[in-house]
């Protein structure tokens, strides 16, 4: 909800809706994966920054990834963006987001 309050408060081009819309798959997607594949890398101080490192480039470049619609604004650009990327990056979270096991709230 707050990312469509975004969209509309910034103006009524495609590209606002489009952006803020693939954000909060990437975030849901970021959050799910975090819980199940952090724990893994723990172990030591090496692994943990090699993780910390890894997830923030990840970051970046989809953060990139989804903020060009900001520029281009219209449907059609955007869609021939898209288009040149085959929408991997959404399928890629998506297919993560559905298949990746939700973690198991701990027992206290």
Partial sequence: ?????????????????????????FLMTSRKLRRVVRPLFLGSTAVKMFYDALTTICSLLLINYASIQLCLLSFDRNYEFYRYFYCLPHIICLVIYIFCPSPKPKKE
């Fill in 1 to 25: 909800m707050t990312y469509f309050l975004s969209a509309t408060w910034h103006g009524f081009y495609p590209g606002y809706y489009g952006c803020f819309m693939s954000m909060t798959l």
